[in-house]
C-alpha cells in the first residue's frame, strides 16, 4: 500500500483508554497463560492502530511543518500520547508482576520483561502533564529549526540548503554560509535557551517525582539500557579520548595541508579535498535508480526490501521548503511498512543518509513479522548497527554514484566516521553534565560544551563566529533536544560497524549472514546480546576500540591522497 493511501484519522481517546483499560484488567484476571497471551495480541492490535496513526501525523508534520492541518494532527498527538503511554506502562507493570511470567518469557524472552520494567519506571499519571509539554517542547524546537528562511546567493534556503555552500572550494563561500548558519542560530538563541532550559528543569522534576535521583537515571531507564551503565559509557568516551582523538588531530593537519590552509578555521572544516568533495552525480531521481540497481544485486532480501520501498513510495528524501530538517526512518505498524525521511542537498551525505536509513528501514522490514511491538526495533544503540554497518557493506557499489570520485568518498566516509566519535562522546558528555547539574544557566550550559569541545575536538577554532565562540554549536543537534541521551548510541554502533567493514572486506558472503541474521533478530535481545549474536566484540571490551582504530589507521595510511 502507497504512504498516500494509507488511511488516517484521528484517535477517539476516550475510546483508546476504555478499550485498553480494560484489556490491561483481563489480562490481570486471566486464569491461564494462554488467556494472557490471547489479551496480549489485541492489546498489541490495539497499541498498533494507534501508533498507526501517530506515525502518520508525525511523518506528514515533518514533511510540510507549515501545513495547518498537519500542526493540529501533530499537536493532537504530543498532547495525547502520554496519557496512551502511561497505559501501556499499566500493562507492562501487570506484564512484569504476571502470575504466568515465567511461561511467558519462556514464549516471548526475558527483553520483554527487562523493557517492561525498566519503561514502567518512567511514566505515570502524575506526570502526564509534564509529558504533555515536552512533547509539545520538542515539536517546538523542530518548527523553529524549519522555519529557516536565509537569503544567500540570491535564492532562499533553509539550513539544510545551506549545507552544500559549507564545502565550497571557495573559501570566501565557506565562510559565509557558516556565517550565515551561525547567524540564524544567534539570532533566534533566546528562544533555543528558553525551550532547552524549559526542557531540562522539566525532565529533572519528572525524575524527581518518579523516585530518581536526577534524570541521568530516567535517561538510561528510557533508554532502556539493561546491561551497561554510565560507568561504562564513561571509559569508553576516556578511550576515545585516549586513541581516537590524537589520530583525528592528524586528520586534520593532514586535511589543511590538501586544501592549502595554514590552519583550519571553522569554516573549513567541511572541505576535505582542494578539488572539493565526491558529490552524486546525478539527481535525486536517479540516485533512487542507483540505489535500485544496487540494493537488487547486494542480495536477494534487500532486491526484494528497495523495490517494497520504491513501488510504495515509501521515501521521502529531497529538501523542501517547510519541511524539518535531519533524516529518519520509522515504521507504520498496521502495514508492516518501514518510511525513509530525509533532504538530499547534492552533496555525498545524500548517499551517506540514504544507506544509512536504509539500514534501519532494512532491519524492521526483516523483523515486521514479529508480533510483539517491543521487537520489531532493537534499542537504539543496536539499531544503529544495521545503519552504519550498511554504509560500508553497500561500498561496492559506490562507484554507481560517484565515478571516477569512488576512492575519494570512500576516504571521506572512513575519514569522517573517525572524526564523529570524539564529537559523539562530546554530545554525550555535555547531557551528562547538563543533567547532574540542572540548575546551570544557558550561559554556564554554553561554557561547559566550549570546555568539552576544547577537550575533545582541540582543532576547532571560532574566530570571527562569537556564537559559537560562546559554546553554541550544540544548539544545532536536533537529538539534545528531542532525545535525550540518544548520541553514544551512534559511536557504540560506529565501532561495531567498522567491524562489519572489516568483516565484509574478508569475506563479503560471511559478514552478509551475520548481518541478515542480527536483523532478522529486530529488538529480542539486549544490545551486549545483538552483539555477540553478530559474531563483533563489544566495544567496552578491553582493546576493543585501540584494535580497531588501529586497523582504520592502517587502511587510511595505504590510501595514497595525492590521487584523490
Not at 534 to 546: I, K
Request: with cysteine; glycine share 4%; proline share 4%.
Amino acid at each position: 500500500m502507497k504512504l498516500s493511501d494509507i488511511a488516517y484519522e484521528r484517535p477517539d481517546i476516550a475510546q483508546v483508554e476504555e478499550k485498553l483499560s480494560t484489556l490491561i484488567d483481563s489480562f490481570e484476571e486471566a486464569t491461564s497463560s494462554e488467556e494472557q497471551k490471547a489479551t496480549m495480541d489485541h492489546i498489541n492490535a490495539l497499541r498498533n492502530n494507534f501508533d498507526t496513526y501517530s506515525e502518520l501525523a508525525s511523518i506528514r508534520y515533518s514533511i510540510d511543518t507549515i501545513n495547518k492541518t498537519n500542526q493540529e494532527e501533530k499537536t493532537f498527538f504530543d498532547n495525547n500520547r502520554p496519557l496512551v503511554d502511561s497505559l501501556i506502562n499499566d500493562y507492562y507493570r501487570a506484564l512484569a508482576g504476571s502470575k504466568f511470567r515465567d511461561d511467558l518469557e519462556e514464549e516471548f524472552g526475558a527483553q520483554l520483561f527487562d523493557i517492561a520494567e525498566l519503561t514502567a519506571k518512567t511514566i505515570d499519571t502524575t506526570v502526564l502533564e509534564e509529558l504533555r509539554q515536552e512533547n509539545l517542547l520538542r515539536s517546538e524546537y523542530m518548527k523553529l529549526r524549519a522555519s529557516a528562511k536565509i537569503m544567500f546567493e540570491g535564492q532562499e534556503v533553509n539550513l539544510t540548503g545551506l549545507v552544500p555552500y559549507m564545502s565550497s572550494e571557495d573559501r570566501e563561500v565557506r565562510k559565509k554560509a557558516r556565517q550565515a548558519h551561525a547567524n540564524f542560530y544567534a539570532t533566534h538563541g533566546e528562544q533555543f535557551d528558553r525551550i532547552f532550559d524549559d526542557l531540562v528543569k522539566l525532565r529533572h522534576n519528572v525524575a524527581l517525582k518518579l523516585g530518581f535521583n536526577n534524570f541521568v537515571e530516567m535517561g538510561y531507564a528510557r533508554m532502556t539500557r539493561t546491561d551497561y551503565n554510565a560507568e561504562m559509557v564513561a571509559n569508553f568516551r576516556q578511550q576515545v579520548l585516549d586513541y581516537v582523538v590524537p589520530l583525528a588531530q592528524q586528520l586534520r593537519q593532514q586535511q589543511a595541508e590538501r586544501i592549502g590552509v595554514n590552519k583550519l578555521k571553522y569554516h573549513d572544516n567541511d572541505l576535505l579535498f582542494a578539488n572539493g568533495n565526491p558529490k552524486p552525480q546525478g539527481a535525486p531521481e536517479w540516485i533512487e535508480e542507483q540505489a535500485l540497481a544496487m540494493y537488487d544485486e547486494l542480495s536477494p532480501e534487500t532486491k526484494e526490501f528497495f523495490r517494497y520501498m520504491k513501488d510504495n513510495e515509501l521515501m521521502d528524501l529531497v529538501n523542501r521548503k517547510g519541511k524539518a530538517g535531519g533524516g529518519y526512518c520509522t515504521f507504520i505498524p498496521n502495514t508492516r511498512s518501514p518510511f525513509i525521511f530525509s533532504n538530499f542537498n547534492g552533496t555525498a551525505g545524500d548517499i551517506r543518509v540514504l544507506v544509512h536509513e536504509a539500514g534501519h528501514a532494512f532491519q524492521v522490514y526483516c523483523s515486521r513479522g514479529i508480533e510483539i511491538p517491543e521487537y520489531n526495533w532493537p534499542t537504539y544503540e543496536a539499531c544503529e548497527i544495521h545503519s552504519m554497518s550498511m554504509e560500508f557493506l553497500t561500498w561496492p557499489w559506490m562507484k554507481l554514484f560517484f565515478g571516477e570520485d569512488e576512492m575519494k568518498y570512500k576516504y571521506e566516509h572512513v575519514v569522517r566516521s573517525i572524526y564523529f566519535l570524539p564529537y559523539g562522546v562530546a554530545v554525550d558528555e555535555f547531557q551528562h553534565f547538563v543533567y547532574e547539574n540542572p540548575e546551570a544557566t544557558p550561559a554556564e550550559r554554553k561554557a561547559y560544551w566550549r570546555t568539552i569541545e576544547q577537550k575533545y575536538l582541540p582543532h576547532l577554532d571560532y574566530e570571527g563566529y562569537p556564537f559559537m565562540e560562546e559554546g553554541g554549536f550544540w544548539q544545532g543537534q536536533l537529538h539534545i533536544y528531542k532525545m535525550p541521551f540518544y548520541y553514544i548510541d551512534y559511536t557504540l554502533a560506529l565501532i561495531c560497524a567498522f567491524q562489519f567493514w572489516q568483516k565484509n572486506e574478508a569475506d563479503s558472503q560471511a559478514a552478509w549472514i551475520d548481518y541478515l541474521h542480527l536483523c532478522k533478530a529486530g529488538g529480542s535481545e539486549s544490545f551486549l546480546k545483538l552483539v555477540e549474536l553478530a559474531n563483533l566484540r563489544s566495544p567496552f571490551e578491553t582493546g576493543c576500540l585501540e584494535d580497531i582504530v588501529d586497523k582504520v589507521k592502517n587502511w587510511i595510511d595505504g590510501v595514497d591522497q595525492a590521487q584523490l
